[in-house]
Nanobody, 125 residues
Framework: QVQLVESGGGLVQAGGSLRLSCAASGRTFTVYGIGWFRQAPGKEREFVTFISWIGGSTNSADSVKGRFTISKDNAENTVYLQMNSLKPEDTAVYYC??????????????????WGQGTQVTVSS
């Protein structure tokens, strides 16, 4: 089992920044990578970005490229999501998730076995 805890959400004005954290515990050696997803009210959960646990390769949605950066600290078993130039349309609950198996489908929620409880990000205009 792997447990994930997100933190760092909050209210920010458009153009501002936030940094989310995803702390992993448990059998973290079984993790292939960590992804971030978000879900806005009335919308489906959507992929944001991904980082592999070993190697650090990344994959990001076009909507956040150039604004969001994912990084990791293996010693701390923590993944970070630095969000800059935030827009009102970034408002959502942000979830981190852990994939156990090597997969090319990192943009698909079904590729992830473990999920955090989510953290709310609200961007005011």
């Amino acid at each position: 089992q792997v447990q994930l805890v997100e933190s760092g959400g909050g209210l920010v004005q458009a153009g501002g920044s936030l940094r989310l954290s995803c702390a992993a515990s448990g059998r973290t050696f079984t993790v292939y990578g960590i992804g971030w997803f978000r879900q806005a009210p009335g919308k489906e959960r959507e992929f944001v970005t991904f980082i592999s646990w070993i190697g650090g390769s990344t994959n990001s949605a076009d909507s956040v490229k150039g604004r969001f950066t994912i990084s990791k600290d293996n010693a701390e078993n923590t993944v970070y999501l630095q969000m800059n130039s935030l827009k009102p349309e970034d408002t959502a609950v942000y979830y981190c998730a852990a994939a156990r198996k090597v997969t090319t489908l990192v943009r698909t929620a079904n590729a992830y076995a473990y999920w955090g409880q989510g953290t709310q990000v609200t961007v005011s205009s």
